[in-house]
């Protein structure tokens, strides 16, 4: 069974910088799509960015992603995704989840396209 496990959640003030990990087990971080997502109340959840297997990125990603604020790195060796945040804003602040799917590719495909999902970690800026 594949399980997804969120960590490095926390309080930070604006400016700051957090770095998120997804422990995965039951799977590896390789041969397949992954990515990280994000949710406040009310709100779908939201596309971070998502990783194809062979390490290239998936399509349409979140602007923070592309303009570099946030990036995504794999430990291969402990099986961890992680997704490394900087220069933090109130608006950051949501519920951070990392997903899996079975397949090789994430395309354009957001949420729905993901088979497994972490319990999350929460995230919270302050102004």
């Known amino acids: 069974e594949v399980q997804l496990v969120e960590s490095g959640g926390g309080s930070v003030q604006a400016g700051g910088s957090l770095r998120l990990s997804c422990t995965v087990s039951?799977?590896?971080?390789?041969?397949?799509?992954m990515g990280w997502f994000r949710q406040t109340p009310g709100k779908e959840r939201e596309k971070i960015a998502t990783i194809n297997g062979d390490d290239s990125w998936g399509r349409n990603n979140h602007k923070d992603f592309t303009e570099g604020r946030f990036t995504v790195a794999k430990d291969i060796a402990k099986n961890i995704l992680y997704l490394q945040m900087n220069d933090l804003k109130p608006e950051d602040t949501a519920v951070y989840y990392c997903?899996?799917?079975?397949?090789?590719?994430?395309?354009?495909?957001?949420?729905?396209?993901?088979?497994?999902w972490g319990r999350g970690t929460q995230v919270t800026v302050s102004s």
């Open positions: 039951g799977s590896t971080v390789t041969n397949s799509c």
């Open positions: 997903s899996s799917r079975i397949g090789y590719w994430c395309g354009d495909g957001g949420a729905s396209i993901f088979t497994y």
